[in-house]
Structure formats: structure tokens, C-alpha cells
């Protein structure tokens, strides 16, 4: 069937681009941006939160699937902060086409200032009254996305599986919310959203969003959709020749995973979870826009053996999604404890050794971050500065694998049973509030100081919490229960002898993530294999004709390494069917030492296929720009 799915909105057709007022210099958008950073703890917009709050958001738009765009109207109701001394509101625009502007239903001046890379183009109403602290002012504004919109991608019926209807969906984070219509664009401001009902020829669909989220949450997708349970109130959504199979891969785990994660924090307050399982060009392992989670169909690889992603993005529905960071800076407050979570959920459903297990690739990938950003760079500190950033840059695992860390080397310190007490304490004094690490800290210190445990109050008197903040690269690594992968380590250390002789044997009872940790240590050898001897390794274990595309980009990591020049075209050839940026960014640049020619043609050929946030780090990972 023909559908529109709505993580937050859906949408039909309508009219035509808008023009944008004159904008004003450069030199004062720069001021007003300085301006309103010192005001903010979030450096990355430039909108005035700190006079004016998002309260409510009503989103009428229409999908364009013939000029790909959307357009429409937001209203958006916000709170002055002050009392009658802000005369204007400022918002985050980026690429947008304005048509106009209404406060409280009458027309408005407004302008539209000159872009601030990498944060766009601040919208300034005038609001020449100056209301008083309290009062609630409606924004109208008519507008259009442009070809440039960052945050959407638009596929015709020849790039889906089927071949029968156009595709778009939207990824927002991290801050692209604002190239779709002006916005707070912060997860410092969370809204309410309604998409109302419109009445005529034109397929509508009606959603509200009762439980405030930030804008990086709004998402919407259309195209040949279908959908099928997966548990009782779970659903799954994707391509009609590909529902089947998902709806396969995921039965059987959601309402597991649901019930451990509402065991360990409190009851899912979002309702349904469902999963839409989408194009392969999508950029992420999954995007948790709550009720829908945006996945990778790369999950989707016929063992089960990927379904972790669900796990993660389910977490989110308590970290990020209820309790989120204040600013990019403390994004490991969302993904650190998203992958405590996660790991918390793994080890519930399979046994304590595997949290562990996924610990330890977790700490490979960790590794790979810090040798890939240096040591001692910014981006591998837990507390980022991101004054002048743009926070996909600093984009890596480090938010999440030392953020995990970090939380788990708490939970080691004061025990589980101690620990466990505090995590539903935090989610529900934080819930549908923004904080920072200093605010996490407080929290942390009053609960166990509080306890009246002696002990615990010692032991969190120990913890060095400057260091764990702001020191750069690797933190602590912890003694590992490594019973899951020593049978990995033992194989690989016979891949260092050259006379030993492979078998598929080896790994008949190993587990896809066993099979990953198997490549990843055999990728870590101080001199890589030969040429020969990567070519037996793909071909003894049947690596090459996998459908996990993990393993799959683990092994031609290792054989572009051993300069295979055999496996340099198989490379090639999975960077045009996979989008996600864990394995295009990591493979095209092994693909770029031995074959920068390769690699640039691949790339090109493959540029229109590839997700605008993916396209532009690629183009930064091939020195393109």
C-alpha cells in the first residue's frame, strides 16, 4: 500500500518556492551569533532559547515528490522568558525558503540574516510589543525546503526495491531539523508537535505528539510502505518486497527487550515502538525518533545476529529521548547511557558474559576512533567543546563507547545492586528535562551521598571527575570477562602462523559477533596478512558471499590492508549497495590508501545514492572538500 509514515508528521501535496527577505550583513550575523551564544549552553544554534521557549509545535506540510520538497506552514507557540524586554525571536534556518510571517495572526516583519556556516541562516521576528514573562506567542510561518535541505533524502521508484513510487525520509540529527522549517534547533528545548487534519482529495494522515521532544526527534518518511507485527505493541514498517524477512529478523525480541529495559528504568511512556526499516542509504545504524525507530535494513541479515541496534535504539526511548543532553558538548549523556542500557538488555536475554563481549568489540571500535581523531584531539574527550563546530564532525563512537565506560566504571565502583537503585532516580528526576554533566554529577553525588553508606560515600569521593571529562583518549580499559572470546583470540593467533590451514569448521559455532571479533584481532596484527593469505581467509569462511554486511566490511578492511587487488572491486561494489556510515566511511578510506582512483570513481558513481549527512564526511574522508 501506498503510505506515509509519521514519526512525528506525514504529509501529502501542495504549492511552490517562497522568496527570503533581504538579509542584512555578514559582520552582524556574526555579532548577533556571538551574541546569542554567550546567552545559550548550547553554542551549536542560533536561535535566543534563553528568551523564548518552544512550547508547541503544529507542523502543516505537504510532501512534493515532483520538486522534492516540503512545504506549508509551522506555527510555533513560545514562551517569553523575559518580562517585555526581548522584541524579537530568533530562529534556526538553514537552505529555507520564507514566505512569510504571522505573530498572533498578523503579518510580521522579519528577516532573514546571512548564513553562519556551519549553522545557517538565523530567522529574526520582530515582536515590537516586548511580551510579558509568561505569555505565549504564535509564530506562523509559510515556507518551502529548498534542493539544499541537509535533512532530507528523496529516492525516485528506480533507487527503491520495488521500483514502483518515489521514497523520502528525513534524518535530523544533529542539526538538521532546521533545514526543514525554523526552529529552536537544540535538544535544549523540547516541544509538543501536532500535524492536523486537512479535509480535500489528498491522502492525510493526523498524528500528535503529547510527550515533548527536541526538534533533532521530528521525523517523517513516505513511499510504498507495509507493515506487520512484531509484538504486541510493536510493529514493523519497510518495503512491501522486504517485510517478510524483517519482520522475521526482529519478531520475538521486542517485547523481550521492552520488558528488561522497563524493569531496569520504569514503564515505556511512548506507547507503541515500532521500527521502520529503511532504504539502504540511510546513514545510521538506526535513529531513535520516538515510536518509530529509522533503522538500517542492514540489520536485517537473516541470522538475528544484528537485532543489538534494536536494543540500543529502544534504550533511547529513556536516554535522549525523556532525558536528554543540554547540548552536542554531553552528547555521551544520551549514548553512554544508551549503551549501558543496551548492554544492560543483552546481558538480561543472553547471560552476563555477554555485555562484556559486546564491550570488548565496543572497545575496538573505541580504539579505532582515537587512533583516527589522535589522542590527544578534542573529539575523543567526553565533554566536547563545540564552539564553532559542526557537531556531525565530531561525530564517532567516542560519545558512546566512553561514555559506557564511564558509567560502567560507576557501577563497578558502588556496586550493581546500588547502581541499579539510582537509574530509575535519575530518569525520573530528569524526564522530559535537558541536562549537562555537571548536572549529572550533582545528581549522582546527592543520591549516593545520601544513601547513608559510609562506604559508597568514600568511594564516590574517589572518582576523578575532571579527568573523566575532559581528559582526551582512551579511558581505563576494565578487565574484561573474555570467556565469549577467547575461542576468537585462539583462532586468530593461528593466522599469525603461515603454515596453519583454515577451515570452515573453525567457525561453524561461532556467532556473527564472534565471527566479527575473529576479524577485528586479526585486523589489529601488528603487520597485516598477505595478500594469499586474506583472500583464504574470505574464502575459507565464506566471508565475501555473507548478507551481515558488519562481517563483510570487517574482512575487506583486512584484505585492502594485505593489498588484495582481487578484493578491491567486491569493495567497491558493497560501498553502492550500503549507506550506513559505520561501514562507507571506514571502507573508503582503507579503499583510498591502496586505490585513491577506485575510490573516487566509486564514490561519484555512487554520490546521488548516499545520504547528504554521509555524502558530505566522505567528501571530508577523501580530502574532497
Not at 555579532?31 to 521557549?53: C, E, H, I, V
Not at 517569553?80 to 524579537?88: A, F, H, P
Not at 586468530?492 to 569448521?505: G, I, L, R, Y
Not at 565475501?544 to 584484505?559: D, P
Amino acid at each position: 500500500m501506498w503510505r506515509s509514515l509519521v514519526s512525528k508528521a506525514s504529509i501529502p501535496l501542495r504549492t511552490a518556492f517562497t522568496r527570503v527577505a533581504n538579509p542584512a550583513s555578514r559582520a552582524a550575523a556574526f555579532a548577533t551569533t556571538a551574541k546569542m551564544a554567550a546567552a545559550n549552553r548550547d553554542p551549536n544554534t542560533l536561535s535566543n532559547y534563553g528568551a523564548w521557549l518552544t512550547k508547541h509545535t503544529t507542523a502543516n506540510l505537504t510532501i512534493d515528490f515532483k520538486d522534492k520538497c516540503l512545504k506549508g506552514s509551522v506555527t510555533l507557540e513560545l514562551e517569553s522568558l523575559t518580562d517585555k524586554e526581548s522584541k524579537e525571536i530568533v530562529l534556526d534556518s538553514s537552505f529555507l525558503s520564507i514566505k512569510g510571517v504571522k505573530v498572533n495572526a498578523a503579518t510580521s516583519t522579519y528577516e532573514l540574516k546571512d548564513r553562519v556556516e556551519p549553522y545557517g541562516a538565523p530567522l529574526h521576528v520582530f515582536v515590537p510589543q516586548g511580551p510579558a514573562k509568561g505569555e505565549i506567542v504564535k509564530v506562523d510561518i509559510d515556507l518551502s525546503t529548498t534542493d539544499k535541505c541537509t535533512a532530507l533524502q528523496w529516492l525516485t521508484p528506480a533507487q527503491t526495491s520495488n521500483k514502483k513510487h518515489p521514497y523520502m525520509f528525513s534524518q535530523c540529527q544533529a542539526i538538521h531539523a532546521r533545514s526543514l522549517f525554523p526552529c529552536q534547533d537544540t535538544p535544549d528545548v523540547k516541544s509538543t508537535y501536532t500535524f492536523p487534519e486537512k479535509k480535500g482529495d489528498e491522502t492525510v494522515y493526523r498524528f500528535e505528539q503529547k510527550v515533548p521532544i527536541p526538534s533533532y526527534l521530528f521525523a517523517l518518511a513516505s513511499g510504498d510502505i507495509a507493515t506487520a507485527d512484531i509484538g504486541p505493541r510493536s510493529i514493523v514498517a519497510t518495503g512491501p518486497d522486504e517485510l517478510k524477512e524483517s519482520q522475521w529478523e526482529l519478531q520475538g525480541d521486542m517485547e523481550k527487550f521492552m520488558e528488561v529495559a522497563e524493569k531496569l528504568v520504569f514503564p515505556y511512556r511512548w506507547g507503541q515502538y515500532n521500527v521502520l526499516v529503511l532504504p539502504p542509504s540511510f546513514p545510521y545504524g538506526g535513529m531513535e525518533n520516538p515510536i518509530y525507530t529509522f533503522a538500517t535494513p542492514t540489520i536485517i541479515s537473516g541470522d538475528k545476529q544484528n537485532v543489538d541496534v534494536i536494543a540500543h535504539e529502544l534504550s533511547h526511548s529513556w536516554s535522549g529521548n525523556l532525558v536528554t543532553s543540554c547540548s552536542w558538548e554531553h552528547f555521551w549523556l544520551n549514548e553512554g547511557w544508551t549503551t549501558y542500557l543496551e548492554r544492560r538488555i543483552g546481558m538480561a536475554v543472553h547471560g552476563d558474559a555477554e555485555r562484556d563481549f559486546s564491550a570488548i568489540i565496543g572497545w575496538k571500535a573505541l580504539e579505532d576512533a582515537v587512533a583516527l581523531f589522535g589522542n590527544d584531539s578534542e573529539f575523543t574527550k567526553l565533554i566536547i567543546n563545540h564552539k564553532g563546530i559542526d557537531p556531525d564532525d565530531a561525530f564517532s563512537t567516542v560519545p558512546y563507547e566512553k561514555g559506557f565506560h564511564f558509567l560502567y566504571y560507576l557501577e563497578r565502583l558502588v556496586g550493581r545492586d546500588a547502581f541499579d537503585k539510582f537509574i530509575p532516580h535519575y530518569f525520573t528526576k530528569w524526564s522530559r528535562k535537558s541536562l549537562d554533566s555537571f548536572e549529572f554529577k550533582d545528581t549522582f553525588l546527592t543520591f549516593f551521598n545520601g544513601l547513608g553508606d559510609a562506604e559508597i560515600k568514600d568511594k564516590v569521593a574517589s572518582i576523578d571527575w575532571d579527568k573523566w571529562f575532559y581528559q582526551p583518549g582512551l579511558p581505563p580499559k576494565p578487565e574484561f570477562d573474555t570467556s565469549l572470546a577467547d575461542v576468537c583470540y585462539k583462532l586468530a593467533e593461528n593466522w599469525k602462523d603461515e603454515k596453519f590451514t583454515p577451515s570452515a569448521d573453525d567457525v561453524a559455532s561461532f556467532s556473527g559477533n564472534q565471527k566479527l571479533v575473529l576479524l577485528e584481532t586479526i585486523e589489529k596484527f601488528p603487520s597485516p596478512l598477505s595478500a594469499e593469505r586474506a583472500r583464504l581467509l574470505g574464502k575459507t569462511y565464506d566471508l565475501v558471499s555473507s548478507r551481515n554486511a558488519e562481517l563483510k566490511t570487517a574482512y575487506y578492511k583486512i584484505a585492502l590492508a594485505a593489498q588484495d587487488s582481487s578484493s578491491y572491486a567486491g569493495a567497491a561494489e558493497l560501498l553502492g549497495h550500503v549507506g550506513r556510515m559505520k561501514f562507507v566511511r571506514p571502507l573508503f578510506r582503507s579503499l583510498n590508501k591502496v586505490d585513491r582512483d577506485l575510490a573516487l570513481k566509486t564514490f561519484e558513481k555512487n554520490r546521488d545514492f548516499y545520504h547528504p549527512i554521509c555524502r558530505g564526511m566522505v567528501e571530508k574522508d577523501l580530502g574532497l572538500v
